[in-house]
């Protein structure tokens, strides 16, 4: 006599074991995990005392692995989205970690953004300027600032605070990623992108974007011109913004985006200063970022048939 068919209720039972099997062994791997990242703040802080050991690097290089081998109908941007919040979580651990927002508006969108990628647990604090979020990093009362992506509409008043990065100093600010990495499918402001700068140094990823500025004084040169220096350096660019001084020097600072890593002692950046030999030129690699996922590149799964 063969055994009665299982009730569904007797084989939802059978796969809710599975499941609940399943998180405790995702929970202990967490647990494992977070013991592996406190031998690697011990070291680092060994090594290099009590400073953040952010890797946006690293980072993004994880999360495009993650996303090439994910498999199934489980999101990727919620996937993703676990990740972020570990990697941020893991971060808080080996060191302090802060985030100045700036907040121009008041509306909170760059708050959103930045939670978004800095996750729940990072401590974050809203500036009303550009110019406080840049202070806040100068002055290592801050790891990372979230600034609007220069000549946006969304930097008011602020478009041109990537001046401030336009320094050789040792210490001044880089811009080191563009928000989001991962655009969330709830995002309030779906066309909003924004900056981060940190006193770090970015680090080349395979896949990334740097900007670079232009400071030329005397005669005015065409934007043609500009592309043309930078093609003669063996670089291709994009124009973001500029910005004029004015002035006995008749200073005009520019700011373009090339599709690549330059570092910043690229010896292309010496080629691109040479370009403009009637005009007196500065030029600074400003940082860079890995450039973000795309919608393409995600491929939210469709919903289930009806």
């Given at each position: 006599?063969?055994?009665?068919?299982?009730?569904?209720?007797?084989?939802?039972?059978?796969?809710?074991?599975?499941?609940?099997?399943?998180?405790?062994?995702?929970?202990?791997?967490?647990?494992?995990?977070?013991?592996?990242?406190?031998?690697?703040?011990?070291?680092?802080?060994?090594?290099?005392?009590?400073?953040?050991?952010?890797?946006?690097?690293?980072e993004a290089r994880m999360l495009r692995r993650l996303n090439a081998q994910?498999?199934?109908?489980?999101?990727?941007?919620?996937?993703?989205?676990?990740?972020?919040?570990?990697?941020?979580?893991?971060?808080?651990?080996?060191?302090?970690?802060?985030?100045?927002?700036?907040?121009?508006?008041?509306?909170?969108?760059?708050?959103?953004?930045?939670?978004?990628?800095?996750?729940?647990?990072?401590?974050?604090?809203?500036?009303?300027?550009?110019?406080?979020?840049?202070?806040?990093?100068?002055?290592?009362?801050?790891?990372?600032?979230?600034?609007?992506?220069?000549?946006?509409?969304?930097?008011?008043?602020?478009?041109?605070?990537?001046?401030?990065?336009?320094?050789?100093?040792?210490?001044?600010?880089?811009?080191?990623?563009?928000?989001?990495?991962?655009?969330?499918?709830?995002?309030?402001?779906?066309?909003?992108?924004?900056?981060?700068?940190?006193?770090?140094?970015?680090?080349?990823?395979?896949?990334?974007?740097?900007?670079?500025?232009?400071?030329?004084?005397?005669?005015?040169?065409?934007?043609?011109?500009?592309?043309?220096?930078?093609?003669?350096?063996?670089?291709?660019?994009?124009?973001?913004?500029?910005?004029?001084?004015?002035?006995?020097?008749?200073?005009?600072?520019?700011?373009?985006?090339?599709?690549?890593?330059?570092?910043?002692?690229?010896?292309?950046?010496?080629?691109?200063?040479?370009?403009?030999?009637?005009?007196?030129?500065?030029?600074?690699?400003?940082?860079?970022?890995?450039?973000?996922?795309?919608?393409?590149?995600?491929?939210?799964?469709?919903?289930?048939?009806?």
């Amino acid at each position: 006599m063969s055994s009665p068919e299982p009730t569904p209720d007797e084989r939802l039972d059978v796969l809710r074991q599975q499941i609940d099997t399943i998180d405790d062994e995702l929970h202990d791997l967490i647990v494992r995990r977070t013991e592996l990242v406190e031998r690697v703040g011990e070291i680092k802080r060994d090594a290099w005392g009590q400073v953040s050991f952010i890797r946006p690097g690293r980072e993004a290089r994880m999360l495009r692995r993650l996303n090439a081998q994910h498999r199934g109908r489980f999101p990727r941007p919620v996937l993703l989205r676990l990740w972020r919040e570990m990697i941020i979580g893991s971060l808080c651990l080996e060191g302090p970690f802060s985030v100045a927002v700036f907040d121009g508006r008041g509306d909170g969108e760059f708050w959103d953004l930045s939670r978004d990628h800095f996750g729940s647990f990072a401590p974050m604090r809203a500036h009303r300027s550009a110019t406080e979020v840049v202070t806040e990093i100068s002055a290592g009362s801050a790891t990372v600032g979230v600034l609007p992506v220069p000549g946006s509409h969304h930097a008011n008043d602020d478009a041109h605070w990537w001046r401030a990065l336009f320094s050789e100093r040792p210490g001044t600010p880089k811009v080191i990623a563009r928000l989001p990495f991962v655009r969330m499918p709830n995002s309030r402001a779906q066309d909003l992108d924004g900056l981060v700068i940190s006193a770090l140094d970015p680090e080349p990823t395979g896949d990334d974007r740097s900007l670079i500025a232009v400071e030329l004084e005397g005669s005015e040169i065409s934007r043609d011109r500009l592309f043309e220096g930078f093609e003669r350096a063996g670089l291709r660019a994009r124009w973001i913004d500029s910005h004029v001084t004015g002035g006995p020097a008749n200073l005009r600072t520019h700011l373009l985006e090339v599709p690549e890593f330059v570092a910043a002692d690229d010896e292309r950046l010496g080629r691109l200063r040479n370009s403009f030999p009637d005009v007196a030129a500065r030029v600074i690699a400003i940082g860079g970022y890995a450039t973000p996922l795309t919608l393409d590149e995600l491929r939210y799964p469709a919903p289930p048939a009806s």
